[in-house]
């Protein structure tokens, strides 16, 4: 599973994983001014299909965290799923889950810490992937000490390759701790999001996550899962300030991303959540989640973008 990618799309043109290279002086290795993103595609068994999620979405999104760079390309997102269209073919990956990893990046190879007046290039791989939190049963989760950057400090709605120390401190302290992950909170005490996954939970038959202003990354999840919410499951969904303690007396929580997709937050700081095992709402939601990215709901094919040409 730990298998890598054999191309990347990088200086205009796909080429072998090997020859995608940058120099030390890189401006965005140095400074942490790239934006990126991460899509999944999805096999599809019965249809002998790579079904990928949302691309448009997400290559709207890592465009926009460019723009938040002063980082224009002529790119659009139809274009960039082109490209991503053919890299996928190149590596013709069948019969396996992928990761996508777009990056636009501060491509000048100058000291100098600014945004304006610097080059930038946008480059992407894709490689098999399965699971991000090993237990998709429930995951154990701590409050971190840290907080959540602020968007005065570096906007949290793009995603900054910068703003991912940030990140990397949640995680790790977590982790080293014994946690599967942390929930973080904002400058105002109140719940933002986890390491990288936004975080929803579910009081008295009502779903609640936080808003865009709690310093979040928008997540494409976030917005799907919303939906499904709504549509699918027709519960209400109420976006709204979260303190700390309402976590200890919810019914169910849960975080939702591309990498994590919808995983049930069982325990936190050693409390059980509900009944300390993955409620109904999770469970159903997981179901109809799962079902959507490999295309099986048909109201929502638009999202599910295919890779190869239909055998029918
Ligand atoms: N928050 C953060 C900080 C993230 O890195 C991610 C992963 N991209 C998410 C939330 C979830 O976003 P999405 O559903 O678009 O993957």
Same mark, same amino acid.
């Given at each position: 599973?730990?298998?890598?990618? !054999? ?18 002086? =890189? ?5 942490? =001014? ?74 000048? =190879? ?62 790790? $302290? ?11 909170? $904002? ?7 986890? !390491? ?33 919410? @709504? ?8 976006? @709204?300030?979260? $303190? ?69």
């Amino acid at each position: 599973m730990a298998q890598g990618p !054999s191309y990347a799309y990088f200086q205009g043109r796909i080429v072998p994983i090997e020859e995608a290279k940058v120099s030390v002086m =890189t401006h965005a290795l140095n400074y942490g =001014t790239g934006a990126f993103g991460g899509v999944r595609a999805y096999w599809n068994d019965d249809e002998q299909q790579l079904f990928i999620f949302r691309p448009l979405d997400h290559f709207k999104r890592v465009l926009n965290s460019a723009k938040l760079l002063m980082m224009d390309l002529p790119h659009t997102p139809e274009s960039m799923l082109a490209i991503l269209i053919d890299l996928l073919r190149t590596e013709n990956y069948r019969g396996i889950d992928v990761y996508i990893r777009p990056l636009i990046y501060k491509s000048s =190879t100058v000291i100098g810490v600014r945004l304006h007046d610097l080059e930038c290039d946008f480059t992407m791989f894709a490689q098999p992937f399965g699971s991000y939190i090993p237990n998709e049963e429930g995951s154990r989760v701590t409050f971190s000490a840290w907080r959540r950057i602020d968007d005065n400090m570096i906007p949290a709605r793009g995603k900054i390759t910068g703003a991912y120390a940030n990140s990397a401190f949640i995680k790790t $302290d977590a982790a080293l701790n014994g946690f599967d992950e942390a929930l973080v909170l $904002d400058h105002n005490g109140h719940i933002s999001e986890g !390491s990288a996954e936004n975080f929803f939970m579910v009081r008295d038959g009502v779903v609640i996550t936080p808003p865009v202003t709690t310093n979040i990354l928008e997540g494409i999840t976030r917005r799907t899962v919303i939906q499904l919410l @709504r549509d699918e499951m027709g519960l209400p969904v109420e976006v @709204r300030d979260i $303190d700390r303690t309402e976590v200890f007396v919810a019914d169910e929580a849960f975080f939702c991303g591309t990498g994590v997709q919808v995983v049930a937050i069982t325990e936190v700081d050693h409390r059980p959540v509900g009944t300390g095992k993955m409620g109904p709402v999770v469970r159903q939601l997981r179901q109809l989640y799962f079902d959507l990215v490999r295309g099986k709901l048909p109201r929502y094919r638009e999202w599910n973008v295919p890779v190869y040409d239909s055998q029918a």
